[in-house]
């Protein structure tokens, strides 16, 4: 079965670039997707790539995607406090509305 | 984007009650999802709702216990049913849209005492 793995935890000083990191097994992802997560509210889509795609960048966002080692990374750009919440990445096997498969979330933490 | 929102935003029910959760979409769709989070965890897809089927459950979810409705394009339903505190969670649902966008209500909080 699928299997999406993440580290659980991050610091970063404000201002600084983070970066997080997400492994998958499933060779057959059509679309990586990154979500954020606060405290106490639902889930942000914040970027997806498809997966012939190997790098996708939207503001302070860079997304890579490196299929052949099935490694899927977010960078942000000069990170905020703003900045700090659960962060999940999630793969879905086939274009169009059907079900993602998330990772185990990655807790950011930004210090002032 | 979808917008989509989910009654109760919360609550805190008694071991064996039901609660059933709505959620609501600004414009009609056809495949609704509906998702767990447990504490501290990730999110794991309990079933998917298309409007007049039978909702598709994932492994280790039943009917019995987490039906649900689809009465039209733009709305459904979750039960979970006889709840014990094991079912503490927040339930998403969640729609697709464009071609690959996947958008996610705010939750509802569920506490089973």
């Known amino acids: 079965g699928e299997d999406v793995e993440q580290s659980l935890f991050l610091s970063v000083r404000e201002g600084d670039s983070s970066v997080i990191n997400c492994t998958y097994t499933d060779s057959s992802s059509t679309y990586l997707y990154w979500y954020k997560q606060e405290p106490g509210a639902g889930l942000q889509l914040l970027t997806y790539?498809?997966?012939?795609?190997d790098m996708k960048q939207d503001q302070r966002l860079t997304v890579l995607l490196n299929k052949k080692d099935k490694h899927l990374s977010l960078r942000i750009a000069d990170t905020q406090t703003g900045d700090s919440a659960i962060y999940f990445c999630a793969e879905s096997i086939r274009a169009g509305a059907n079900n993602l498969f998330f990772g185990t979330g990655t807790r950011l933490t930004v210090i002032p | 984007s979808a917008v989509i929102s989910q009654k109760p935003s919360r609550d805190i029910c008694q071991r064996g009650t039901s609660l059933t959760i709505q959620c609501q979409v600004d414009s009609q769709v056809t495949m609704m999802f509906w998702y767990r989070q447990q504490p501290g965890q990730s999110l794991t897809l309990i079933a998917t709702?298309?409007?007049?089927?039978?909702?598709?459950?994932e492994s280790g979810f039943v009917i019995d216990k987490f039906p649900i409705s689809r009465p039209n394009l733009t709305f459904s339903t979750l039960t979970v049913s006889n709840m014990s505190p094991e079912d503490s969670s927040i339930y998403l649902c969640?729609?697709?849209?464009?071609?690959?966008?996947?958008?996610f209500g705010p939750g509802t909080r569920l506490t089973v005492l």
């Open positions: 790539i498809f997966s012939n795609m």
């Open positions: 709702a298309n409007q007049g089927s039978e909702a598709t459950y």
């Open positions: 969640s729609v697709g849209g464009g071609l690959a966008e996947q958008f």
